[in-house]
């Protein structure tokens, strides 16, 4: 009994709401925080770092605030990526036209703000419209940030080739400049996003999102004001994913084209949500866990088994393995790899009594 409740007694509401009420969920959780900040930074190599901590971790973010929108409000987003564009060149602009403040977190929590502002200009159509066609209005929203960026030529400084980049970026005076602080700088923001994610859709907000997805209407006659859920869903949503703009801009990229923010990326981070698990902060991390990860097995694996194959082919095999894993996902667990977390957690709660 791995897992075991018994024992485990709440004698305050303190106690019983706590964001993870059973010891083992704390403690694990705990030594992956401390791993994070005192193990990685000393047995990670500059590649480890590069390809596979920090996007993981920047595409946890966008994947929470996806989630936030889709998973927990109910509300179809295929803009993501667009909001990741809005705060990266606004993070950009602020950073070039604006020294006196131009610290990374500063330059990031702005981008965030800016991405809010237009999640809230385009999610008013959620206030009319839902489901597909509330879809298809914020794809619209994906294509008109794509058209601006690449038309908007003071977006990103008159460029002729329309690539930015950036460099000497410091977070309250210290130099961020190298794989590692660059990663510690990540964590701790998706650390701290991550904790304020899971009060909220804990508390009364995340109530309020949850029954507007449920069923809008009986949501409405129980007193849940569906204009200010929606559009309080669309500016967190917003803020989260333009947060994870920013760092994707600055700390992934470091010299960006609109491209970097296309119709692709949405999709990214909405498969992601889909394999980790609607509804499910976890299920934000494993999902980026996997989208990122495997792409990476894939492109090594037939080296690793003796096959020879173009870069063309490994790239056909993996859409074809996205496809089917994300069918084979939705139809044996709908809910995902936080679901599938879940059921191993019961397993462990009973083992070795299996009734």
Same mark, same amino acid.
């Given at each position: 009994?791995?897992?075991?409740? @018994?024992?485990?007694?709440?004698?305050?509401?303190?106690?019983? &709401?706590?964001?993870?009420?059973?010891?083992?969920?704390?403690?694990?959780?705990?030594?992956? =925080?401390?791993?994070?900040?005192?193990?990685?930074?000393?047995?990670?190599?500059?590649?480890?770092?590069?390809?596979?901590?920090?996007?993981?971790?920047?595409?946890?973010?966008?994947?929470?605030?996806?989630? /936030?929108?889709?998973?927990?409000?109910?509300?179809?987003?295929?803009?993501? @990526?667009?909001?990741?564009?809005?705060?990266?060149?606004? #993070?950009?602009?602020?950073?070039?036209?604006?020294?006196?403040?131009?610290?990374?977190?500063?330059?990031?929590?702005?981008?965030?703000?800016?991405?809010? *502002?237009?999640?809230?200009?385009?999610? =008013?159509?959620?206030?009319?419209?839902? %489901?597909?066609?509330?879809?298809?209005?914020?794809?619209?929203?994906?294509?008109?940030?794509?058209? @601006?960026?690449?038309? +908007?030529k003071w977006?990103?400084?008159?460029?002729?080739?329309?690539?930015?980049?950036?460099? $000497?970026?410091?977070?309250?005076?210290?130099?961020?400049?190298?794989?590692?602080?660059?990663?510690?700088?990540?964590?701790?923001l998706a650390?701290?996003?991550? =904790?304020?994610?899971?009060?909220?859709?804990?508390?009364?907000?995340?109530? &309020?999102?949850m029954a507007?997805?449920?069923?809008? +209407?009986? !949501?409405?006659? *129980?007193?849940?004001?569906?204009?200010?859920?929606?559009?309080?869903?669309?500016?967190?949503? #917003?803020?989260?994913?333009?947060?994870?703009?920013?760092?994707?801009?600055?700390?992934?990229?470091?010299?960006?084209?609109? &491209?970097?923010?296309?119709?692709?990326?949405?999709?990214?981070?909405?498969? *992601?949500?889909?394999?980790?698990?609607?509804?499910?902060?976890?299920?934000?991390?494993?999902?980026?866990?996997?989208?990122?990860?495997?792409?990476?097995?894939? $492109?090594?694996?037939? %080296?690793?088994? %003796?096959?020879?194959? #173009?870069?063309?082919?490994?790239?056909?095999?993996?859409?074809?393995?996205?496809?089917? /894993?994300? *069918?084979?996902?939705?139809?044996?667990?709908?809910?995902?790899? !936080?679901?599938?977390?879940?059921?191993?957690?019961?397993?462990?709660?009973?083992?070795?009594?299996?009734?």
């Amino acid at each position: 009994m791995l897992y075991r409740v @018994g024992g485990q007694y709440k004698t305050s509401y303190h106690q019983d &709401q706590a964001i993870f009420p059973l010891a083992q969920d704390r403690w694990i959780v705990t030594a992956f =925080v401390l791993a994070g900040f005192l193990v990685i930074p000393f047995v990670a190599t500059p590649y480890v770092y590069t390809e596979v901590l920090i996007p993981v971790l920047i595409l946890s973010i966008a994947a929470i605030g996806l989630n /936030i929108l889709t998973g927990y409000c109910g509300q179809v987003s295929l803009g993501t @990526g667009g909001f990741m564009a809005v705060a990266a060149y606004a #993070s950009y602009n602020f950073w070039l036209r604006v020294p006196l403040f131009n610290d990374l977190l500063l330059v990031v929590l702005f981008g965030g703000l800016t991405a809010a *502002m237009v999640g809230i200009l385009f999610g =008013v159509p959620s206030l009319r419209i839902k %489901g597909f066609y509330l879809a298809v209005a914020t794809l619209a929203a994906q294509f008109f940030v794509d058209w @601006g960026t690449a038309r +908007i030529k003071w977006l990103t400084n008159y460029a002729p080739s329309g690539s930015v980049s950036v460099a $000497n970026l410091k977070a309250l005076g210290i130099p961020i400049d190298t794989p590692m602080t660059r990663y510690l700088f990540i964590f701790t923001l998706a650390v701290v996003l991550a =904790v304020v994610a899971k009060n909220l859709v804990r508390g009364r907000i995340g109530r &309020q999102w949850m029954a507007i997805r449920d069923m809008d +209407i009986a !949501a409405e006659i *129980m007193g849940v004001r569906p204009a200010s859920a929606k559009l309080t869903a669309f500016a967190i949503s #917003s803020f989260y994913i333009g947060v994870a703009g920013a760092l994707f801009a600055f700390l992934r990229l470091g010299a960006w084209e609109p &491209q970097a923010f296309g119709i692709e990326r949405s999709f990214q981070v909405l498969f *992601m949500i889909i394999i980790g698990g609607l509804g499910s902060i976890l299920g934000s991390f494993l999902g980026a866990i996997f989208i990122v990860l495997l792409p990476i097995f894939l $492109n090594q694996l037939p %080296g690793w088994i %003796g096959i020879q194959l #173009s870069v063309a082919t490994i790239a056909h095999i993996e859409f074809m393995v996205f496809g089917a /894993i994300i *069918m084979l996902v939705l139809i044996v667990e709908p809910h995902g790899l !936080a679901r599938i977390w879940q059921i191993i957690k019961e397993k462990l709660r009973l083992w070795p009594f299996p009734y």
